[in-house]
């Protein structure tokens, strides 16, 4: 099944985001759209990893530079505390996973 193959490299990366936050810097800088999946490794994920907070800052700094409709839904509910414009953001989250990891 596609949605849960696409939840296992959701899983896999956040099981090395110790690795991948040491080169978070070289992702910010040459490959931002692999924000997408972490943010919604650590949306799916149950556990809430320590990291949690380091990566908000993360999606704060790039708010500017990347948009996403999955990293935009953690910046209105955690950066801005803008509920509204979460729920508007998790429309576009649901289209964009259906295509994504669909």
Same mark, same amino acid.
């Given at each position: 099944?596609?949605?849960?193959?696409?939840?296992? %490299?959701?899983?896999?990366?956040? /099981?090395?985001? =110790?690795? &991948?936050?040491?080169? !978070?810097?070289?992702?910010?800088?040459?490959?931002?759209?692999?924000?997408?999946?972490?943010?919604?490794?650590f949306i799916v994920n149950k556990r809430r990893r320590p990291q949690f907070k380091d990566f908000i800052k993360v %999606?704060?700094?790039?708010?500017? /530079?990347?948009? =996403?409709? &999955?990293?935009?839904? !953690?910046?209105?509910?955690?950066?801005?505390?803008?509920?509204?414009?979460?729920?508007?953001?998790?429309?576009?989250?649901?289209?964009?996973?259906?295509?994504?990891?669909?």
């Amino acid at each position: 099944m596609v949605v849960s193959s696409g939840l296992s %490299i959701c899983n896999v990366a956040l /099981s090395k985001y =110790d690795v &991948i936050f040491r080169y !978070l810097n070289a992702i910010q800088t040459s490959a931002p759209h692999l924000l997408r999946y972490l943010a919604t490794a650590f949306i799916v994920n149950k556990r809430r990893r320590p990291q949690f907070k380091d990566f908000i800052k993360v %999606i704060q700094q790039e708010q500017h /530079s990347y948009k =996403d409709p &999955i990293t935009e839904f !953690l910046a209105c509910v955690y950066v801005n505390y803008d509920f509204d414009g979460a729920q508007k953001k998790m429309r576009e989250c649901e289209e964009v996973s259906m295509v994504s990891f669909g």
